[in-house]
């Protein structure tokens, strides 16, 4: 019964408490909130330098790990292709323009931006108080990404009124009169902390769950009298836990099998288009289930795309891809998005939500707080924003991510 992110700490509670020697940890932080990242983070650290335990941590998200990490290696291709000090490690991978996007943030705007020459390699800042040391030296300019503009003649194509929610009659309310609107082409990003209610919601907005009180209507009808048939066609639902979407024994049957049930023409060469849509195509005779944390994201969200929905609901969609799979899964769905699809997904993925939403709310307390367009969104927020915006607010407050910056 708990959130994605209450399990992982619970297994991480439970690894912990043996007292290893050697600690292994499997991209422990994919699923947690912004705040215990951090707060996981610094256990780690702890236990390191007061118990003596060697870490080894595989993950892609590194913003926060590789301050506190003494030795960075890098696979490709089933070999270690570099192993060494962290910053020699950022320089070889910058070496390689197809891996830059591995390097984060922090290290990625100074190297982008020529600030630091290879020779001082050593002095590449890896934290956002280190970062902020340097970048006070330079003059920064702020370059806005291209992105939806909201207009007046915004046509609502979900709407959520007073929703109240509780799992049984005398548990507390997860979600307490929330009230939300998405118009047609939006792509909303929902944050907030771990069993804050974020997946409970989107099981509310696709019917999954019915609010105790409150409506909820899609195109202007209510979620409860819709066909359970037509609103799957017309609104589709990635679950947090994609192994949830798999029936078949091979990524392709998989395809061919959904393509078929949703009576499309020639359902082989359908499941042959997704698969290459996705960048899939090695994997077709694979067992899904046997597939890696992020090639399962991948594939359950093949199979979610095949209704062609209308609207799409996403449950972090990016949690165990790495940053190359991630940069091509949001431009997939911005160009979807472009064709009218409208998102609606949950994530702990700020640099993603910053990058690719055209909205973003924050969930607390049971309801939706604040909702703007990214650049004022994360503005405003202290924890809840991009690492490039916590070095660079000082001097371009709406910074959002390194692309957009330069010195
Ligand atoms: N089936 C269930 N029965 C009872 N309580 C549940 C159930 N599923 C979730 N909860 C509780 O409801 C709250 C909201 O959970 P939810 O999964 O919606 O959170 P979330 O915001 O998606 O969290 P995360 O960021 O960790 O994924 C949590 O306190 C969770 O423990
Ligand atoms: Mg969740």
Same mark, same amino acid.
């Given at each position: 019964?708990?959130?994605?992110?209450?399990?992982?700490?619970?297994?991480?509670?439970?690894?912990?408490?043996?007292?290893?020697?050697?600690?292994?940890?499997?991209?422990?932080?994919?699923?947690?909130?912004?705040?215990?990242?951090?707060?996981?983070?610094?256990?780690?650290?702890?236990?390191?330098?007061?118990?003596?335990?060697?870490?080894?941590?595989?993950?892609?998200?590194?913003?926060?790990?590789?301050?506190?990490?003494?030795?960075?290696?890098?696979?490709?291709?089933?070999?270690?292709?570099?192993?060494?000090?962290?910053?020699?490690?950022?320089?070889?991978?910058?070496?390689?323009?197809?891996?830059?996007?591995?390097?984060?943030?922090?290290?990625?705007?100074?190297?982008?931006?020529?600030?630091?020459?290879?020779?001082?390699?050593?002095?590449?800042?890896?934290?956002?108080?280190?970062?902020?040391?340097?970048?006070?030296?330079?003059?920064?300019?702020?370059?806005?990404?291209?992105?939806?503009?909201?207009?007046?003649?915004?046509?609502?194509?979900?709407?959520?009124?007073?929703?109240?929610?509780?799992?049984?009659?005398?548990?507390?309310?997860?979600?307490?009169?929330?009230?939300?609107?998405?118009?047609?082409?939006?792509?909303?990003?929902?944050?907030?902390?771990?069993?804050? !209610?974020?997946?409970?919601?989107? +099981?509310?907005?696709? %019917?999954? =769950?019915?609010? *105790?009180?409150? $409506?909820?209507? #899609?195109?202007?009808?209510?979620?409860?009298?819709?066909?359970?048939?037509?609103?799957?066609?017309?609104?589709?639902?990635?679950?947090?836990?994609?192994?949830?979407?798999?029936?078949?024994?091979?990524?392709?049957?998989?395809?061919?099998?959904?393509?078929?049930?949703?009576?499309?023409?020639?359902?082989?060469?359908?499941?042959?288009?997704?698969?290459?849509?996705?960048?899939?195509?090695?994997?077709?005779?694979?067992?899904?289930?046997?597939?890696?944390?992020?090639?399962?994201?991948?594939?359950?969200?093949?199979?979610?795309?095949?209704?062609?929905?209308?609207?799409?609901?996403?449950?972090?969609?990016?949690? !165990?891809?790495?940053?190359?799979? +991630?940069?091509?899964? %949001?431009? =997939?769905?911005? *160009?979807?998005? $472009?064709?009218? #699809?409208?998102?609606?997904?949950?994530?702990?993925?700020?640099?993603?939500?910053?990058?690719?939403?055209?909205?973003?709310?924050?969930?607390?307390?049971?309801?939706?707080?604040?909702?703007?367009?990214?650049?004022?969104?994360?503005?405003?927020?202290?924890?809840?924003?991009?690492?490039?915006?916590?070095?660079?607010?000082?001097?371009?407050?709406?910074?959002?991510?390194?692309?957009?910056?330069?010195?």
């Amino acid at each position: 019964d708990l959130s994605g992110g209450q399990k992982q700490l619970v297994n991480l509670a439970s690894v912990l408490i043996l007292q290893p020697d050697l600690l292994l940890l499997d991209e422990p932080t994919a699923q947690l909130d912004p705040i215990a990242t951090k707060e996981f983070i610094s256990l780690l650290q702890r236990v390191h330098d007061e118990l003596g335990i060697t870490v080894i941590i595989s993950e892609h998200q590194l913003d926060d790990i590789l301050p506190l990490s003494n030795q960075l290696w890098l696979m490709d291709g089933g070999e270690i292709t570099y192993q060494g000090p962290v910053a020699g490690g950022l320089a070889a991978i910058w070496a390689q323009p197809a891996l830059r996007e591995f390097v984060p943030d922090v290290p990625h705007v100074f190297l982008q931006n020529e600030l630091i020459a290879p020779a001082d390699i050593a002095a590449l800042p890896l934290t956002v108080v280190s970062g902020k040391q340097l970048i006070e030296r330079q003059q920064w300019q702020l370059t806005h990404a291209k992105r939806k503009i909201a207009t007046n003649d915004q046509v609502t194509i979900l709407q959520a009124k007073h929703v109240s929610f509780q799992y049984e009659k005398n548990d507390p309310y997860v979600l307490d009169q929330l009230n939300l609107e998405v118009h047609t082409g939006d792509w909303l990003a929902i944050v907030g902390k771990n069993g804050t !209610g974020k997946s409970t919601l989107l +099981k509310l907005l696709i %019917g999954l =769950l019915q609010p *105790r009180h409150g $409506a909820i209507k #899609l195109q202007g009808k209510k979620i409860g009298k819709w066909a359970q048939a037509e609103l799957f066609k017309t609104v589709g639902y990635l679950s947090q836990t994609p192994s949830d979407h798999f029936s078949y024994d091979s990524v392709r049957q998989e395809f061919i099998e959904r393509a078929r049930q949703l009576k499309r023409v020639t359902p082989e060469q359908v499941a042959e288009e997704m698969l290459a849509k996705l960048g899939l195509q090695t994997l077709a005779e694979r067992n899904p289930q046997d597939a890696s944390g992020g090639e399962q994201q991948l594939i359950a969200l093949g199979i979610v795309l095949l209704a062609q929905p209308q609207l799409l609901l996403l449950d972090e969609p990016t949690k !165990g891809l790495d940053p190359i799979r +991630k940069r091509a899964l %949001g431009e =997939l769905l911005t *160009r979807l998005q $472009a064709e009218g #699809l409208t998102l609606i997904m949950a994530s702990h993925d700020m640099a993603f939500s910053a990058r690719f939403a055209s909205q973003c709310a924050l969930l607390f307390d049971g309801t939706i707080v604040s909702e703007e367009e990214p650049y004022a969104f994360f503005a405003h927020n202290f924890f809840y924003t991009t690492t490039i915006n916590r070095m660079l607010r000082s001097q371009l407050p709406e910074a959002l991510n390194w692309e957009e910056v330069h010195a």
